[in-house]
């Protein structure tokens, strides 16, 4: 049963660049999350994807934008890139979002901003 | 608001020490989630486990407990006989129910380096 997968492992960008990250769920799951964790801090929670809609933000400014698709994968982009965006970022899918249902991360993309 | 609030930022400890790793939350809403992952070095979020805001039985999974406290809202979590591959950082994280019927985010403490040494 494969896990979450997401790609690519590692980024680097220049600022004023956009990047796109992409996720793929746990198989069965049709809720993805996404994270951003700045170095030896928690994870803080972007945006929430769930029947290729956004049904819930945290504090993130409209540069952080994204998607999901009918098979339930799905995509962070972020515009006009800051050195602040340099994070890992990780992506969470969970099987039944009205029961906060446990979310499974997965490895991460490493994103640096130069 | 809710917080989750993870005092100790880094412990170290002798191996086959017992450890217990502090969490506390704060929030407003009658019906919440409480969780606990570890983040081992190669960064990717391993789930231990989850308790709703109804249940306070303490759980116990092999070397693994968790003591679960509304009155002083706090969710704790103890490593028996600690090894060394137990080191790595350690998150609290808590979710509210929202208005919809789905579930917020997960609010995440700052997490605590646990340092386990042969």
């Known amino acids: 049963d494969a896990g979450v997968t997401q790609s690519p492992t590692h980024l680097i960008k220049t600022r004023g660049q956009q990047v796109t990250l992409r996720c793929s769920p746990k198989s069965g799951h049709d809720t993805v999350s996404w994270y951003q964790q700045a170095l030896g801090q928690g994870p803080q929670f972007i945006f929430q994807y769930y029947e290729e809609e956004e049904r819930q933000r945290g504090n993130f400014p409209d540069r952080f934008s994204g998607h999901q698709f009918p098979n339930y994968s799905s995509e962070l982009n972020v515009n006009a890139l800051l050195l602040g965006d340099s994070a890992l970022y990780l992506c969470a899918s969970s099987l039944v979002r009205g029961a906060a249902d446990t979310q499974y991360f997965g490895p991460g993309t490493r994103l640096t901003v130069l | 608001a809710q917080k989750v609030t993870q005092a100790q930022t880094e412990i170290s400890v002798v191996e086959k020490e017992d450890v217990t790793l502090d969490c506390v939350y704060e929030?407003?809403?009658?019906?919440?989630?409480l969780f606990w992952y570890k983040q081992p070095p190669s960064g990717e979020l391993v789930f231990l486990i989850r308790?709703?805001?109804?249940?306070?039985q303490n759980e116990i999974s092999g070397r693994y407990s968790w003591n679960f406290q509304k009155s002083t809202s706090s969710f704790n979590f103890t490593i028996t006989a600690s090894q060394v591959v137990d080191s790595a950082v350690y998150f609290c994280a808590l979710s509210e129910l929202y208005s919809g019927g789905g579930a917020d985010g997960l609010t995440f403490g700052k997490g605590t380096h646990l340092i386990i040494q042969p």
């Open positions: 929030t407003r809403d009658t019906t919440y989630y």
């Open positions: 308790r709703n805001s109804f249940d306070e």
